[in-house]
């Protein structure tokens, strides 16, 4: 998977700016329209493939279908999206037809990628399947009951084990969310579920919190780039911010950040069908360097992707607590 030299979705800080995270000027990446018959494309996940890159994206179709697609591209900006949605391989008839799907993410753990995503199993809760190839998808057991959303898997086994974060919560718009740990030896049984963070009472993640992409390992412990909320007059405002978690206990926090990394503040991020809304699914680590591309959904309408530094990113979550 890393073998290759792909080229890296790039972009320097703009001369003068000392913003922590910044935005790629050609954004959005990925249009509302791409497909003929998506009504938005956004909280969507890409990694490193082949010699480019793919991902699973949602592409809500024009009768307002939540659906999952597969996509390719050369050089993580521009996207080929696929025009039929994701059709899983399933040999569990009770959750096999369950076609509508959302806010996917993908990891590569051990020799495939592995996805996860919010699954309409009477009510919303964690799907999770493989590929080799993104074309064939093989559909497992659902990680956990209703209701759930945000289930992301760390990218590798952590003591021997699967782990993933997620985030219980009901039918609806939830007014509430806290993260939580749980850990599985086969992708099936999932248990030994820990507490890792609520919300912040005051601030811009204080009605719920979700992880965002898959964490990142680093010599400091996992840094996590997380969803937050806050309940204005006009309704949710989605922003992300970033902590560090423990290395062998994730559900164990070193640092959190207090300010948020970014919040709504472009046309793209403040107009949609849902406004106010930032939402990170998936970042990109070029590990030579320490650059990071932050790819997220704008007003749940269309995708657009932001650049950090690594360590710069380490440093905002340590020195702001």
Request: hydrophobic share 35%; charged share 20%.
């Given at each position: ?44 996940a890409v990694v490193p493939f082949g010699d480019g890159y793919a991902g699973v994206f949602r592409c809500d179709d ?60 009477h009510g919303p809760t964690i799907g999770v399947a493989w ?191």
């Amino acid at each position: 998977m890393h073998e290759l030299n792909r080229p890296f979705p790039w972009q320097d800080r703009p001369q003068g700016s000392t913003e922590i995270i910044w935005r790629y000027s050609q954004n959005p990446i990925i249009q509302r329209d791409l497909l003929p018959t998506s009504n938005s494309i956004f909280n969507s996940a890409v990694v490193p493939f082949g010699d480019g890159y793919a991902g699973v994206f949602r592409c809500d179709d024009r009768r307002r279908r939540m659906l999952l697609h597969a996509g390719f591209s050369a050089d993580g900006l521009h996207w080929n999206i696929d025009h039929a949605p994701i059709r899983f391989q399933c040999d569990i008839p009770e959750i096999a037809d369950f076609e509508q799907g959302y806010d996917p993410r993908v990891v590569w753990i051990d020799d495939r990628y592995y996805i996860t995503w919010c699954n309409i199993y009477h009510g919303p809760t964690i799907g999770v399947a493989w590929t080799n190839d993104f074309k064939t998808f093989h559909q497992l057991e659902n990680a956990l009951l209703p209701y759930n959303r945000n289930g992301v898997l760390f990218p590798r086994k952590i003591n021997g084990r699967f782990a993933l974060l997620s985030r219980p919560s009901d039918r609806g718009h939830t007014p509430f969310g806290d993260i939580f740990y749980s850990e599985s030896p086969d992708l099936c049984y999932w248990g030994k579920h820990r507490h890792v963070m609520s919300p912040l009472p005051d601030s811009w993640q204080s009605t719920k919190i979700g992880a965002g992409p898959a964490p990142i390992e680093t010599p400091h412990g996992w840094l996590l780039i997380y969803h937050g909320v806050l309940t204005s007059c006009n309704g949710f405002v989605y922003s992300f911010g970033a902590a560090l978690l423990d290395k062998d206990e994730p559900w164990k926090i070193k640092h959190r950040a207090a300010p948020y990394l970014m919040s709504p503040q472009t046309l793209y991020e403040l107009v949609g069908d849902v406004p106010s809304v930032v939402f990170p699914c998936a970042a990109l680590l070029d590990e030579p360097t320490g650059r990071l591309a932050i790819y997220y959904g704008c007003a749940d309408t269309v995708t657009a992707v932001a650049f950090a530094y690594l360590d710069d990113l380490i440093a905002f979550a340590g020195q702001n607590p």
